[in-house]
């Protein structure tokens, strides 16, 4: 069982590029989210998704675009890379909103540098 | 508008002490308080979690203290290891499906 699986771990970019982190999840869980984590900041959240077909806005998500065709896969689009992007990306996914009783899951993360 | 804080940002305990760790938020419509725990290169993992109509929750070492009155919530590592260096981040979510807000996190250091 993987879990939540995201590629790639490291990517460097330069500004203006684009490129898409990939999330996938083989627990047949519905939900499925984006965060970033920077240093001293925490993580925050950029899109969601409640199912297939269905995503919404986190607290971040300027300059990124999302997808969920499927209930597996949730990837994260950078249209026009800039260094404010550079960051570190956790998909994360749960069988429905997150109580006490579900709990979500994360990936190992993606690392992205834009010069 | 922070609506987790969490302090300290850093910690340093020394092997066999008591790790604390405080959170507070400001959003009332809050009914879910976990916290999350951070190894370097990993992914966040839940330690322990609290609904706010319980005052304390304790899975083994780990508990947590809720107060609603002062919308404060604080984790506690009893017997604190080494191997319970990381970093934390408390975290809420409301009654919607939109994810989790995070504190900022705390970087525990447990000294041999």
Redesign the interface.
């Known amino acids: 069982n993987a879990g939540?699986t995201q590629t790639p771990k490291f990517r460097i970019l330069k500004i203006g590029q684009s490129m898409t982190l990939q999330c996938t999840q083989d627990m047949n869980h519905n939900?499925m989210?984006w965060?970033r984590q920077d240093p001293?900041?925490?993580?925050?959240?950029i899109y969601?998704s409640?199912g297939a077909g269905i995503t919404?806005k986190?607290e971040v998500p300027n300059g990124y675009n999302v997808s969920r065709s499927t209930t597996e896969d949730f990837p994260l689009r950078l249209e026009l890379a800039a260094p404010s992007q550079t960051s570190v990306y956790?998909c994360?996914s749960s069988y429905?909103?997150?109580?006490?009783n579900t709990?979500?899951f994360?990936?190992?993360?993606t690392r992205l540098t834009v010069v | 508008q922070q609506q987790v804080k969490?302090s300290p940002?850093s910690l340093i305990v020394q092997k066999g002490g008591i790790s604390i760790i405080n959170c507070a938020y400001e959003n009332t419509a809050f009914?879910?308080f976990?916290w999350y725990q951070q190894f370097p290169?990993?992914?966040?993992?839940?330690l322990i979690?609290i609904?706010p109509d319980v005052s304390e929750k304790k899975e083994g070492r780990f508990t947590i203290s809720f107060n609603k009155s002062a919308k404060q919530f604080s984790l506690h590592i009893m017997d604190s290891q080494p191997g319970d260096s990381a970093t934390y981040?408390c975290a809420a979510?409301r009654?919607?499906?939109?994810?989790?807000?995070?504190?900022?996190?705390t970087h525990l250091i447990i000294q041999p």
């Open positions: 939540v939900y989210y965060y001293g900041m925490g993580l925050k959240l969601y409640v919404d986190g956790f994360a429905s909103r997150q109580n006490m709990e979500a994360f990936g190992q993360g | 969490q940002q009914d879910y976990p290169g990993k992914g966040p993992a839940l979690a609904r981040f979510s009654g919607g499906a939109d994810g989790l807000t995070f504190g900022k996190g």
